[in-house]
């Protein structure tokens, strides 16, 4: 288990189920609390409510895109605040990453990603911070 990922709180969102139970599964053995959304809404809300470390986040999701949610989430807060969001994508084009820089994304993958990628990315964001 990694200690890293342990009781963190990680909502994972993606309109395609498959996809989603593949993150879910590779997140669980991490010790992270896990949640999951289908659309953009949900995941604001999830966000709202629950206040999570991580975000995954697909770009192309139904009701609110991913672009709209990173922005919501992140208005209002410092640019390495929680939550980090890590966002993936279909999208091969420079410009979306280069947007989604600009909103604040902690990282940016196309797909498809590798889970053992998406689990080491999401440990380096949740490291605790060394001590000085």
């Known amino acids: 288990m990694s200690e890293a990922l342990k009781d963190k709180k990680i909502l994972l969102v993606d309109d395609d189920h498959d996809i989603l139970t593949s993150m879910q599964a590779a997140f669980e ?62 999208n091969q084009g420079a410009r979306h990453k280069m947007y989604a820089e600009t909103l604040g994304v902690s990282e940016y993958f196309n797909k498809p990603v590798k889970m053992d990628k998406l689990i080491a990315t999401a440990e380096k964001l949740l490291a605790p911070a060394p001590a000085v």
Do not use: C, Q, W, Y
């Open 29 to 90: 053995p991490t010790g992270a609390v896990i949640e999951t959304a289908g659309d953009g809404n949900k995941a604001v809300e999830l966000v709202e409510k629950n206040e999570p470390d991580l975000v995954v986040l697909d770009m192309m999701l139904p009701k609110r895109s991913g672009f709209l949610v990173l922005e919501k989430i992140k208005a209002k807060r410092p640019r390495n605040a929680k939550p980090f969001v890590i966002m993936i994508t279909g």
